[in-house]
């Protein structure tokens, strides 16, 4: 529940692919790719990411158009290799979730920035996310930590991450499309192989 990168800078508001393209194509912008994207080369490294993003080389995201969020799961198993993939991945895709719902309890300012100049609203929110991070790595007893904790399901942005709107603006190229899209497939293949739910 470490946040590993802040990308803060911009007015108004913006789609999460939108900022990642911006991020991803800036060479000064420090990003941390997975070290497969670095070096050109189709490893398994790669981040999590909601259905809003492509499904490309080091970025992977859930199948489309099938069940996704956790709630559903407990109503019925997944039935699918496509579903029992979007049940993995939604597990994990949890924490992140969790992670913003512990930054957000602690910092209410990030809900409603007061009215200061751009560069000092810049600098409280990564100030913010440094003191969540300094907490976190310094195993502090801490409440919110405890209340979003390991088992927690947080479904706050279920409804609202993409708005319905699948944005494929971030192009890597067909290449790494089609890697990607084989090895999520793999991964379907080999969860529902192993038939744990």
Known sequence: MIFTFVWAGWEGIAHDSRVLKEVAFNQTSGFPFPPSVLILTFTDNYYLCDAAYTNTRGFMTPYRNT????????????????????????????????SYGVLKARFQILKQMAPFSFPIQRDK?????????????????????????????????????????????????????????????????QLWSNGSN
């Open 125 to 189: 929110v990564i100030a913010c996310f440094a003191v969540h991070n300094f907490i976190r790595k310094c195993n502090i007893h801490d409440q919110l930590f405890m209340a979003y904790g390991e088992n927690t399901l947080f479904s706050e942005i279920q409804g609202g991450e993409s708005d319905g709107q699948f944005v494929q603006d971030i192009e890597w190229g067909s290449q790494g499309i089609e890697y990607m899209n084989t090895l999520r497939n793999q991964i379907a293949s």
């Open 67 to 98: 069940r996704y969020w956790l709630a559903d799961f407990r109503r019925q198993r997944a039935l699918t290799k496509e579903e029992k993939f979007n049940h993995a991945h939604a597990q994990l895709r949890n924490v992140i979730e969790r």
